[in-house]
C-alpha cells in the first residue's frame, strides 16, 4: 500500500529556507556592519595620521617662515651696509678731487687772470674772476678745454669791471665748466703718485 504523507511539508520547506534566509541576512548584515566598522577605524586612522603629518608640515612651515624673515632682514641689512660702503668708497675715490681740482684750477689760470670766486654745484663750477683783457679770458678758455679735468669750459660772460680794483684787470668773466670725474678713477695710481712726489 501506498504512503501518503499528510504533513505540511511545504510549509516546514518554506520555512526552513525562510530560516536559513534570516540567518544569511543576519549574517551578512553583522559582517557588512563589522566591514563598515573596519573600514571606518582604518579611514580614521589614516585621517589622523594625515592630520599629524599635516600639523608636522605647517611646524616646518613656520620654521621655514620665521627662517624667510630673518633672512629678508638680514637681506635688508646687506643692502643698508653695502649702500653705505658704496657712499664711503665713493667718498674715499673722491677725497682729493678737491685738491686735484684746486691744483687744476692754479695749473690753467694764464698770467693777468685772477680767480675771485669759485662754485660747485654737483659737477658744475663756476669761475668767477676779473682780467687784463678779453684775449687773457680767451686764452684761459683755451686752457680748460685742454684739461681733461674740465669738461665744455663755457663762457657766461666778460663785462668791463664796473668797480675795478686795479687799472690793469679792468674786466670781469664768468665761465661755468663741468668736472670729469673719470680721470680721477682711471689715473688713480697717477694721484698717488703726484701724492707721493
Same mark, same amino acid.
Given at each position: 500500500?501506498?504512503? !501518503? ?8 520547506? &518554506?520555512?526552513? &529556507?525562510? &530560516? ?36 608636522? !608640515? ?42 686735484e681740482l684746486l691744483d687744476q684750477l692754479a695749473r690753467s !689760470? ?56 686795479? &687799472? ?30
Amino acid at each position: 500500500m501506498a504512503r !501518503i504523507n499528510l504533513l505540511p511539508w511545504r510549509e516546514e520547506a &518554506r520555512r526552513e &529556507r525562510q &530560516r536559513q534566509f534570516m540567518y544569511s541576512l543576519v549574517g551578512t548584515l553583522v559582517l557588512g556592519a563589522i566591514l563598515v566598522l573596519i573600514v571606518g577605524l582604518f579611514i580614521d586612522q589614516r585621517i589622523s595620521h594625515q592630520e599629524a603629518r599635516n600639523q608636522q !608640515i605647517q611646524v616646518e612651515i613656520n620654521r621655514l617662515q620665521l627662517r624667510i624673515e630673518r633672512i629678508a632682514e638680514l637681506e635688508n641689512t646687506r643692502n643698508r651696509l653695502l649702500s653705505r660702503k658704496q657712499v664711503i668708497e665713493s667718498l674715499q675715490a673722491s677725497r682729493s678731487l678737491t685738491v686735484e681740482l684746486l691744483d687744476q684750477l692754479a695749473r690753467s !689760470i694764464p698770467v693777468g687772470v685772477t680767480l675771485r670766486t669759485v662754485k660747485q654745484q654737483g659737477t658744475k663750477l663756476v669761475l668767477m674772476g676779473t682780467s687784463q683783457s678779453n684775449a687773457r679770458v680767451s686764452a684761459y678758455l683755451q686752457s680748460l678745454e685742454g684739461m681733461s679735468f674740465f669738461v665744455g669750459p663755457e663762457l657766461q660772460y666778460v663785462r668791463a669791471a664796473e668797480k675795478p680794483e686795479s &687799472r690793469v684787470e679792468s674786466y670781469e668773466f664768468a665761465i661755468q665748466v663741468s668736472l670729469d670725474n673719470t680721470p680721477d678713477e682711471e689715473s688713480g695710481d697717477g694721484e698717488d703718485q703726484v701724492g707721493a712726489s
